[in-house]
């Protein structure tokens, strides 16, 4: 198990997820607005007491306050809660207050509303498409080569050769697609539809319901099939390989080490690694025909689980979990979308789980949670810390676009009741529902940031 980060690692990391978050987030609103005209007064990042800012000609107020846990747009006239100051309270001129928010026609309004957590969303599909873009797309055969020792599909009557092609009526075409339809769904009868030898069959299963644990001691419950889809074909061969030299060729599936046949990639290490310097013979799938190759395995050092270096077998084979697909950038933008939705998809099941009583309320987590995930992130390199950026980015802007007084969705429910009244709400109405969405949301902070505390290890988590 890895060791968590030090404090000073984690608080940098979640200062360096919070602050461009909300920058953007906050940016989305303020550039929409400045394009319909609106006059911001001030533009801060955090809440409560001013440590440094500036204005700028435009007389807008930027600012770096002594709370970062978000961060907000004043923008003219917006004198309370409801954004609609009073008739003549407003001490503005004619002119002044063509610039100011109320006035704005409720399409402009909501843009600007709408602004905010759409640039999060944004931000994740870009991340993503930009992954996908730079390593390309995984495409692995879905087809069953093995199973775990608590396989459910097997007890649900899966065979090695099968091919999954749904879950519960969605098209499975790799491998990736599959953790969509069954991670977050431990305990969950689903029906499998294989493909076996041309035939389809269709399979109930119910997923298997295990704990897992990362490298940090962060558990979960995730959902499993307890498949193995490591298909033996080699994609490629590493320096001074000896299975190239023996006559092996990329495309070809490995079938036998020895006399010990195999069906998974992962069972070739234990047969080679205790062999350095040994001959024998790998038996491999060629265009249907069977080809025996004769060869002697090589050798590496590397290190034990004790640190102490030992020597052990290879035959410089690159082979197992399907292959990589370049992407063009418009392909790649689109699949960064479809992950992007998919997302807000898991986040929807996970609440709507926690509600029903499927997941635990502890799940749920809150500012030291990330900060915690954030700087476990950040030890591992930018590449993970990057995606999970992406990750909490689409959470706040399905956080924001909830229908609760107070967030973007509130303002949001707010001029669809006014598009369908053709007026809006009573101020008063307005204000009692912001209060009551303020307090909501505060209370949902209070309950998430003791989880949080409850969850380590100085409180017996």
């Known amino acids: 198990m890895t060791g968590s980060p030090n404090l000073l690692t984690t608080i940098f990391a979640f200062l360096l997820v919070l602050g461009p978050l909300v920058l953007i987030h906050e940016l989305g609103h303020y550039l929409v607005g400045r394009l319909f005209g609106v006059k911001a007064d001030a533009f801060s990042i955090g809440f409560g007491k001013e440590i440094a800012g500036w204005t700028d000609r435009r007389g807008t107020r930027w600012k770096l306050s002594a709370l970062p846990l978000g961060g907000y747009v004043q923008f003219a006239g917006d004198m309370n809660p409801a954004s609609a100051p009073r008739a003549g309270e407003d001490g503005l001129t004619a002119e002044e207050r063509t610039r100011t928010f109320h006035v704005k026609p409720l399409w402009q309004r909501a843009l600007i509303v709408f602004a905010g957590p759409l640039t999060n969303f944004v931000l994740c599909v870009l991340i993503l498409a930009g992954f996908v873009y730079a390593h390309g797309r ?223 309320v502890r799940e749920l987590g809150g500012p030291i949670k990330i900060a915690k995930y954030s700087g476990e992130q950040f030890s591992l390199g930018w590449e993970p810390f990057v995606g999970f950026v992406a990750m909490i980015s689409i959470n706040l802007a399905f956080i924001n676009l909830l229908p609760i007084p107070g967030l973007d969705g509130g303002h949001l429910a707010f001029y669809a009741a006014e598009l369908v009244r053709r007026k809006p709400l009573g101020l008063r109405s307005q204000e009692w529902a912001i209060r009551t969405g303020v307090a909501l949301v505060l209370a949902l902070m209070v309950f998430v940031t003791v989880n949080d505390l409850a969850s380590l290890p100085i409180f017996g988590g």
């Open 138 to 360: 995984l495409i692995a055969d879905p087809e069953v080569v093995g199973f775990s020792e608590t396989s459910a599909a097997k007890v649900a009557g899966v065979q090695i050769g099968d091919r999954i092609v749904a879950i519960d009526g969605n098209r499975i075409g790799s491998v990736t697609d599959i953790p969509e339809h069954t991670v977050y769904f431990p305990g969950k009868n689903v029906e499998l539809v294989v493909d076996r030898e041309g035939r389809s069959v269709v399979l109930p299963v119910t997923l298997a319901g295990d704990e897992v644990s990362d490298d940090f001691g962060n558990k979960a419950r995730i959902g499993d099939l307890g498949l193995d889809f490591a298909v033996p074909v080699v994609s490629g061969f590493m320096g001074d390989s000896p299975a190239e030299q023996a006559g092996m060729k990329v495309g070809d599936r490995i079938v036998a080490v020895g006399e010990t046949p195999i069906s998974s990639f992962r069972e070739v290490p234990p047969l080679i690694m205790p062999m350095p310097g040994a001959r024998t013979t790998i038996t491999v799938m060629r265009e249907g025909q069977a080809h025996v190759l004769p060869m002697t395995i090589g050798s590496a050092i590397q290190k034990d689980a004790q640190g102490r270096q030992e020597t052990v077998g290879r035959i410089g084979v690159q082979s197992g979990f399907g292959r990589l697909e370049p992407v063009g950038p418009v392909a790649a933008l689109g699949i960064g979308v479809d992950r992007s939705f998919a997302l807000m998809g898991t986040i929807v099941t996970g609440i709507r789980q926690i509600v029903t009583g499927d997941r635990s």
